[in-house]
């Protein structure tokens, strides 16, 4: 095999792929600019690739193409994106600027550079207004978040690569990643990473409605199993990476409480209009972000059909949920107990 480029390899799904290849004995290329990713994500028992990482932003042309000349990449995973949805919904600018222009760089090169496979990291925000479970790829009702619908233009671009020029890309549409190196650290964290985080202090977790709301969740190991296997893909394609199963918040409350002996602290369920409360722009006159829209988002239920990859791809999820809650609240402890208790970031 060649040489395989990763963007936003110092994130949590990007470090993961990385040293997954580094350890299949293959050579990788790994980008990011630090804006969300970390160094704690590079350092593995058997690999540190901080010295290794080209801290260059996707948007900057000329540093992606002098890469993309070095290297003649045979594949490349795209992973690099502002993925927070407040932070996409506050800074819309921004993130169409590197969601939609930092994947059409990525394209524009690859096809360039003769690379024979691009695999793109999509989201199953796409299905938010779906109301048809659980959800197949040949369908997505229009979204409403900047963030959903800054992946979806980005699936469009993708699909024009291959219809204009024949040149393979796969988007991966993923349910909600867990795992060791799940972000614990910034402002509005993914769920898991928050509720370890906030038992961790001894606090009582935040929580929004009544905890009944159901989410879809996928290991970060079999996410990678996927990421792999799709390697073989010859032309445009869709997949979910999913468990195909919907699971409570309050559920995973329980199961992570469980995992850190913190029975005793209960959450705070609250009105769903303050999801994002630690964005006062969002609620500012003479446009506030609409209370309907932050209710859907709280309560809508997800789950993807993961039929597609299971038939084409031979692929199935392999991780019971409270083997995966456990491996992923040891790893967080450790990595807060390193860090400090209060020291978060974004």
């Not at 050579?27 to 630090?34: A, I, K, R, Y």
């Not at 590079?42 to 193409?65: A, Q, S, T, W």
């Not at 993309?68 to 490349?76: G, I, L, P, W």
């Not at 029975?263 to 303050?274: K, L, R, S, V």
Request: net charge negative; glycine share 6%; charged share 25%.
């Amino acid at each position: 095999m060649g040489t395989v480029l990763i963007t936003g390899a110092a994130g949590f799904i990007g470090s993961q792929l990385a040293y997954r290849l580094k350890k299949d004995g293959e050579s990788v290329v790994l980008v990011d600019n630090f804006s969300y990713g970390s160094e704690d994500n590079l350092i593995f028992p058997e690999y540190n690739f901080v010295e290794e990482v080209c801290r260059i932003d996707v948007r900057d042309v000329k540093g992606m193409e002098q890469l993309f000349a070095k290297y003649h990449f045979e594949q490349v995973y795209h992973i690099a994106a502002i993925t927070p949805l407040p932070d996409c919904q506050v800074s819309p600018i921004d993130a169409v600027d590197v969601n939609v222009r930092g994947t059409t760089v990525v394209l524009e090169l690859s096809r360039k550079y003769g690379v024979q496979q691009v695999i793109f990291a999509s989201t199953s925000a796409i299905y938010e207004n779906n109301e048809k479970f659980p959800s197949e790829e040949s369908f997505v009702t229009a979204p409403s978040m900047i963030y959903a619908n800054t992946k979806f233009a980005s699936e469009q671009f993708c699909r024009a690569y291959w219809e204009a020029y024949g040149m393979p890309v796969v988007c991966l549409r993923f349910a909600n990643v867990y795992g060791p190196h799940i972000d614990c650290l910034r402002t509005q964290p993914p769920v898991m990473g928050y509720i370890i985080r906030e038992f961790f202090q001894g606090n009582q977790p935040v929580l929004h409605a009544d905890g009944e709301q159901r989410r879809d969740f996928i290991y970060i190991d079999d996410l990678v199993d996927l990421c792999l296997a799709v390697r073989e893909a010859s032309s445009y394609d869709i997949i979910n990476v999913s468990t195909e199963s919907s699971v409570s918040i309050k559920t995973i409350v329980r199961l992570i409480a469980e995992e850190m002996g913190c029975e005793n602290i209960a959450p705070i369920y609250t009105d769903t209009a303050h999801y994002w409360s630690k964005y006062p722009d969002l609620y500012r006159e003479p446009y506030p972000i609409s209370k309907k829209l932050l209710e859907h988002e709280v309560l809508k239920y997800t789950c993807l059909s993961n039929k597609y990859a299971m038939e084409k791809y031979g692929w199935k999820p392999k991780t019971e949920l409270r083997n995966g809650i456990a491996q992923t609240v040891r790893f967080a402890i450790e990595a807060l107990n390193e860090r400090g208790k209060n020291r978060y970031y974004g």
